[in-house]
């Protein structure tokens, strides 16, 4: 893969999203934090389940520890959102050959302050430019019902629920409101 470089500009500063290189960043570690105020709930009912949104009585802080390049990813590719050539976030994902989707494994602004501002709308777009080069049929994701901020930037950006595992995590993830879904977007220029 090139290491191609697109300039964005916002409010006269200027961020640079490039390819990361697997030898410079692979296992280096970094925490992902973000708060929320509510989640969905999926609530079993006779004939399957329903989702409904609830708040939480206070905020909560939701944080996960990870790191670029996990070897459970084949062939990843990864990119960087630079300011003065501090990396303040990043997107990775590499292809299911299985069944020929794109999985985005990370997307992360590591300041919750730099948030909204258009650092992960600039990450998602050069990583589903690298989805659709790869020729897959489906982009997909994971993230947790209780990343509401998460939920609403994917649904932004064409994505929707394709389906959930209640207990992904551990035995208590119903009862932690923190249940794994999936969330996927068919790659329009992939002839049915």
Known sequence: MGKSVLLWYKGGETMEIKALSREEYKGKRFTARYTTTGYIDIVPTPDGFRMERKAFPLPVERSFDDEFFSDWLDAPTAYGAFEDGLLIGYSEGAPEEWNNRFRISNICVFDASRRGGGVGSALMEAICAEAAKTGARMIVLETQTCNENAIAFYRRHGFEIIGFDMYSYSN?????????????????????
């Open 172 to 192: 208590d993830d119903p009862d932690r409101h923190e249940v794994r879904i999936e969330m996927g977007k068919k790659i329009p220029c992939f002839p049915s």
